[in-house]
C-alpha cells in the first residue's frame, strides 16, 4: 500500500488542470512572442490566465506576473524591492523559507542591508510588539515574513503586519506558497506590496508559479532578454504551466470550504489518534496541533527515537512518504533550521505529515496501525539486546 502524506512539499496534479494542460502540449504548441496565428493563440491563453489568478486574488493583471516557481519569485521580490526603494534594513525571521533566508543574506554580505530578526513565542509565533520597535528604530525597512509557515504549519497575522507596514511606511513582501489556494485574498484591499505562489502546492504542476508586485512598486528584472512579462523576466513562457496553474488555483478556490473540511478531520482525527497512543512522549510543535493557529493540513510530531533508526524511513519502507524536519541528536548537523530555532531535544525525531483532498480516514488508520507497528519491533530489538548484554 502506498500512501502520500507530503503535500506541503508537492501535490499531486488534479484531473481538471491535466485536462486544461494536455491542449498546450499538443495542437497549441506557438511561441507566444511570435506575431502569427500560433503564438497570438497562446499569447491569449496566457493574457486569459494571469486575468483569472488576478481575479482570484484581487489583483489587476498588470499586476501579476509568472515565474518559474516561489524560489525565482522571492529572490525577484527581495533583490528588486531593495534595490528600488534604497531599503537599507531588512525584518524577517529565522524560520523563514531558505530561498528567502538565503537571499537577504547575500545582501547583507554584500553590505546592502542589515537584517533583523524578529521575536518568535516558543510556538514560532512572530512577535508583532517587537517588530513594531523594529520598525519605529529603522526607517526605510523591508518586512519579509511568509504567511503559512512549510514546516510547523504557523499561520502568520499578514493583516496585521501590513497595518504597521503602512504606518511605519515599510515595504512588505510575503510568501503565500503554503497557504495559495487553502485560504482567499484580496490584495487589492491589503498592505501587501509582493505577494508569491507556486502552483504545484494547490495541485497543478510543477516549475511554475507567480509574484504578484502591487502597482506603487516598480522593480528591475533579475532575468533579462526578451522582455517577456512585461519586461520583468525575460525567456520564453511556460504556457502549459502558467495555463495549468491558473487552473488550478481555479480549482482552489472553487472547491476550498469543501477541501478545508476534508484535510481539517483528517488533521483531528490523526491528532485524536495520535493522543491515544501508548507509546508515550509524543509532542507537536509550533501551531501545528491547532485547529485556529495552524494551516488545517500540516501536523509536525516529535516522536520518540528509535533504537532501529529512522521512524521517516521506516514509514518509508512501509509505503508510507511522509517528510523529517530533523533527526534524533541531528537538530544542529543538517537538520531542520526552523526545528533548530524552536525546538531543543535532541532525543526526538522531527516528522511532518501534510494532508490534501486526496488522503482518506483509511490512509490514516494505515498510518497509525504502521507507527504502532514499528514502535513494538522497535520495543522487541531493545529488549533482546538488554538479554543478550545481561547473558553477557
Known sequence: MEIYCDNAATTAIDPE???AILPYLTSNYGNPSSGHWAGRKVKEAI????QTVANLIGASAEEIFFMSGATEANNLALTGAIKANDISHVITSKIEHKAVLQRLALHEKAGDIEISYVKLDDFGNVDLRHLENLLDANPQTLISLMHGNNEIGNITDITAIGELAKRYN????????QTMGKITYNVGESNIDFLVGSAHKFHGPKGVGFLYINKRNKIRPIIV?????????GGTENVAGIVGLAKALEVAYKSRAVVQNHVSVLKRYFISNLDDLTIGGITFNGESRSATKGLGNIVSVAFPCLSSGSLVKQLDILGIAVSG????SNLADGGSHVISTIYRNPDKEIVRFSFSKFNTLEEIDYIIKSIIRIYQSDRLIEATQELEQTAL
Open 170 to 177: 515599510a515595504v512588505f513582501h510575503t510568501d503565500t506558497t
Open 17 to 19: 488542470v491535466i485536462q
Open 325 to 328: 524536519g530533523s533527526a534524533c
Open 225 to 233: 532578454g526578451g522582455g517577456q512579462e512585461k519586461g520583468q523576466r
Open 47 to 50: 493574457a486569459a490566465a494571469r
